[in-house]
Structure formats: C-alpha cells, structure tokens
C-alpha cells in the first residue's frame, strides 16, 4: 500500500531523534509547501495527534490518538523481529487467513496481521469467534519455530502465559489459564489462542499463532447465548484500555519471553503455566470424542498435553479434550 504524504509525515515527526523539527525541513523532506505541511498538522490535531509548536524550533510530536492503525502500532514499537513487518486491516474475514496466505507466499518469521474488525473470526473447532466490532485484539503471528511438530502445543501454552505477564503488567487481574487455550477471570473467558501450522513430520515450516483478545467490549455487544460465560478487560476493570499500548507490549513480551523460552526450554513455560492454572488440584468433566469422564487437573506434561487424575486414580495425558466444570 502506498503511504500517503500524512503517513509520512506522522513517520518523519515518529522518527524525529532531535525531538523537534521545522516546518521548512517536513516541507523539504515531504516535498510540499509549507502552508500544505501545516494544513497537515492541523487535520492530524483534529484527529487527536498532540504537538508542541515552539517557533525557530518547529514541530514535536507529543501523543497520537488511540485509533489503531499501522503508524499508531509501529510508532515507539520495542520490538526487534515481531511485528516490524506488520498488516494491518481495517476489516477483513479472518487474520487467520490473511497470515497463512502471507506465510506461504514466504513471509518473514515474525510478520504480524492484526484488524480492527473479523466478519468470520474463528477459534479451535472451527467455532466462531466474535470479532465483528473494534474493541477487541485480533491478531495472528508467523513463527517460523526451530521445533520439532509434536512440540507445537507448547507455543499455545507459551502464548498464553506471555499474554498473563502483559496483562498483569498494566493491572493486577485474577487470570487463570484454562488448558489449553484460554484466558478466565472469575469463571468467565475473555481470551483465546488459535495455534494452527504448516508441517512436515520432522519439520515445522511456519506456525499462525491468532490471538483474539477482549479489550473495551460491553457484555451486551456479545450474542445472548455467551452473555453469562465471556468476559472483557474493560468488563472486569471499569475503564476502557489502550489498544495501542497493549498490543505494543503483548509484542515485546512475546519476543522477550521467547527467547527464553528457547534458552530455557520447556520448564520455563511450565512453571509459569502451572501457577496460573485455572482448576489445578480441582475435579473436572473431560469430554472426548470417544469418551468422558471426571478426573482432577494435575498439572501439564513438557509436550503440553494435560495430566489428569481419573475416578480410579489412573494419570492419564490427555492431548485434545474440552473441560468443563
Ligand atoms: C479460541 O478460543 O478457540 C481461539 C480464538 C482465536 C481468535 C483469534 S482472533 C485473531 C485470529 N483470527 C481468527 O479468525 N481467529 C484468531
């Protein structure tokens, strides 16, 4: 997409070292007049842009606006790999898609897709995910993982406890990380994780990793049916959130987790996982397809499968199951 003469500018005053810069050095850089760049300027204040204006210095950028767009996301990103090659979409049918497309056309490892509103957001089990308005996260990431395939689920557990240490970072929330993909608060979910790759059997050639989170939503903008069990950031705490500066720092820490998790291994995820566990040591309902039964949540295995312990005191790992209470 081209970048608008606007874009540049925002990019120019984004980048701007020295803090300030004259009005006669935009127009020179932008190749405009310097009535065009302060045309400029003032429909960017109107649309929430802050600026300090001191004359012989020139223009600073103070704050931008909480719109979500790609200059908004990328001014003051702290990231080295994720998310520098970032789409973004007003609108689209799945970020899902989008990124899979991306990846098979070659995209690099870290190239992040992230829209205001999904038309056919959807979650494990091909259920739908409700992403039709822009209060919300919903973004998906290509890692190209050095990883063995049957070590994929570990990325979802290690997704979710990166996403604990960012939402904990701007306000103490009781989170619990229900197995394997989900973020609670008070019995209600608020968060989901959709890992989905492209593999051979030895070899992982990119992993989607979609994050659909709920930020600024009301309750009543869900449908009727999940009104009672889905929760949003914004529902729990009274005040709505910066989608800007959560996305920036979901980014950082996925990155910076990360390469622990690759220094460390497993145990790294495994502990954090294990103490936030939603239902640790509790009795649960696990459903399969060919079976179902009670048993308590143990803790989770180092190839991210869960542990339970049934009625007859048998452990048994269990790979793909819903869990209900
Ligand atoms: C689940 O809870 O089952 C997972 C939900 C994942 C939703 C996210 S939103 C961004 C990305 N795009 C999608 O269509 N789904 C994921």
């Known amino acids: 997409m081209k970048e608008t003469k606007r874009d540049q500018l925002i990019d120019i005053l984004a980048q701007c070292d020295e803090g300030f810069i004259s009005g006669q050095e935009l127009s020179r850089k932008l190749e405009i007049s310097r009535t065009a760049v302060w045309k400029h300027i003032n429909e960017l204040k109107k649309d929430g842009y802050q600026f300090e204006a001191v004359p012989k210095k020139g223009y600073r950028l103070l704050s931008h606006p909480l719109a979500v767009n790609e200059t908004t996301l990328k001014w003051d990103l702290q990231t080295k790999w994720l998310g520098q090659k970032l789409v973004f979409k007003d609108e689209v ?12 056309e070659g995209a690099e490892n870290g190239t992040t897709i992230i829209a205001n509103k999904q038309l056919k957001g959807r979650g494990r089990l091909n259920r739908k995910w409700v992403s039709h308005h822009d209060d919300g996260i919903w973004m998906s990431m290509i890692i190209r993982p050095e990883m063995a395939p049957y070590h994929a689920s570990q990325m979802t557990l290690f ?18 990380i229900k197995w394997p993909n989900d973020l609670f608060m008070d019995g209600k979910k608020f968060c989901g994780i959709l890992t989905e790759m492209q593999a051979e059997l030895d070899h992982i050639e990119y992993m989607i990793i979609g994050i659909g989170l709920n930020v ?19 529902a729990q705490t009274q005040y709505k959130w910066d989608r800007i500066r959560l996305i920036q720092q979901l980014l950082a820490d ?9 220094a460390c291994g497993f145990s790294y995820v495994k502990d954090k996982w294990t103490s936030n566990a939603y239902k640790l040591g509790e009795r649960v309902y696990i459903k399969m397809p060919k079976k179902s039964f009670e048993a ?7 190839d991210g499968a869960l542990l339970v312990n049934t009625a007859d005191n048998i452990v048994e790992k269990i790979y793909s199951a819903e869990i209900h209470w």
Not at 254 to 262: A, G, L
């Open 93 to 104: 049918d799945s970020t899902q898609d989008i990124a899979h497309q991306l990846a098979r």
């Open 254 to 262: 996925f990155e910076t987790n990360y390469q622990e998790f690759q």
């Open 296 to 302: 308590t949540i143990e803790g989770i295995t180092d």
């Open 216 to 234: 600024n939503q009301e309750i009543n903008l869900f449908p009727e049916e999940i009104q009672n069990k889905t929760t949003s950031l914004a």
């Open 159 to 176: 997704t979710a406890t990166s996403l604990v240490d960012t939402i904990r970072k701007f306000a103490d929330l009781p989170i619990k």
